[in-house]
């Protein structure tokens, strides 16, 4: 039996277990109703938040790439040129993807709780709880002008907490098992998607340095570091249970170096200077990054269905070239331009080419054999 196999047992004992469901019971007619009216509360996740983590993290790639003073020769002066219609209408469509998601996953509580509970148990799916709060805190660094959502602004203020109190709760919860619970220690439940975890502090601490409130970046920031550093260990010497990810959830390897670019994003906001702490933290992240696509074998099973785990390739890539913006603008070399050019064009280029498969391929979206889904109660 092949690694997917073995980490896809335990959630589906467990999900027909907290759902109910006899495998064995024959499916009654009664029940087609109410299986084809919350057929897709059933098979929606908070897996899906990649996609408002994609769009959102664009939405911030063009405002940074459009607010820097970078080398003329870069990519700033060009998305300076674009009509400011058309950032506005990016961060809106992300806006509106993120709205639609967050309604769904609050049917999905309210009609499907016991999928919900199963999912928060499940050592993959449980990661993605962070991603809703991770998209709207890019989202409100990337507000546009025209909405007067400055740092300093009171409303700016009230938001912040109100999206990183969710991600301090989850870090109470998420952290406290990992070296508390024998069944939840982090040697057993670890996998590349642990890395949203400590990318939702990296985010909230982010924001706090741009509002000005040094003292809580720097403790959200020490949150964020320290469990890097021990998931990073824990992932790279794969204790027991750290390779248990299903073959098609594979691109979410690339959190590996989205986790040091957000942390180098993080700091440069804490200490105001893209200094050699940043430096080192991005140059870790291309150094993963090429360690990755240098093995394409590695994708090549989960790349044979389009799946919503595709949208797992760009948020990396975003916050990538969000620290190579930075970078570039620290330095400014000819080499540090054109590294940021290639990777911002790369980031957008994977982002489109997802829009338009997940538009051409919608019937892929909701699949059945999706590892976080949970059967639909039995009547």
């Known amino acids: ?13 467990s999900s027909i277990a907290v759902c109910g469901v006899a495998v064995a019971a024959p ?25 408002s983590l994609a769009l959102s993290g664009q939405a911030l790639l063009w405002r940074t790439l459009s607010d ?30 993120l709205v639609a998601l967050c309604a769904l996953y609050a049917a999905r509580c309210l009609l499907r709780f016991p999928a919900v509970r199963a999912e928060f148990r499940h050592h993959v799916a449980m990661n993605y709880l962070f991603a809703p709060w991770i998209s709207w805190l890019l989202l409100l660094q990337a507000a546009p002008p025209l909405l007067h959502l400055r740092p300093d602004a009171r409303p700016y203020r009230a938001l912040w907490w109100a999206f990183s109190l969710p991600i301090l709760a989850l870090d109470v919860k998420v952290y406290g098992q990992w070296f508390t619970r024998g069944r939840k220690f982090l040697s057993m439940v670890a996998n590349p998607a642990s890395h949203i975890t400590v990318i ?41 249970g750290s390779d248990s990810l299903p073959a098609m959830l594979r691109p979410v390897f690339f959190l590996f170096f989205a986790a040091p670019s957000m942390a180098s994003l993080a700091w440069d906001a804490i200490s105001a200077s893209f200094d050699t702490c940043c430096k080192m933290l991005f140059f870790l992240s291309l150094f993963l990054f090429a360690s990755l696509v240098s093995r394409p074998t590695l994708f090549k099973r989960a790349m044979r269905r389009f ?12 916050v990538l070239a969000l620290a190579a913006a930075e970078y570039a603008q620290e330095v400014r070399e000819v080499a540090a331009s054109v590294l940021m050019l290639a990777l911002a064009i790369l980031s957008v280029a994977v982002t489109l080419a997802l829009m338009v498969f997940t538009v051409l391929r919608t019937n892929d979206l909701l699949p059945h054999d999706d590892p976080f889904s949970c059967p639909p109660l039995a009547r």
């Open 1 to 13: 039996m092949d690694t997917s196999s073995r980490s896809l047992k335990p959630f589906a004992a």
């Open 27 to 51: 499916t009654k007619p009664a029940a087609t109703p109410v299986v084809a009216r919350f057929g897709m509360l059933t098979r929606f996740h908070a897996g899906y938040f990649r996609i």
């Open 68 to 97: 820097a003073s970078t080398d003329p020769r870069a990519l700033g002066p060009v998305v300076r040129s674009l009509p400011s219609a058309a950032f506005v209408l990016l961060w809106s469509l992300a806006l509106l993807t």
């Open 200 to 240: 939702g502090n990296l985010v909230t601490a982010r924001a706090a340095a741009r509002m000005g409130w040094h003292e809580g970046a720097v403790a959200m920031f020490a949150v964020g570091a320290a469990h890097y550093l021990v998931l990073f260990v824990t992932l790279y010497q794969r204790f027991l």
């Open 307 to 318: 799946s919503v785990a595709w949208w797992a390739y760009s948020f990396p890539l975003t």
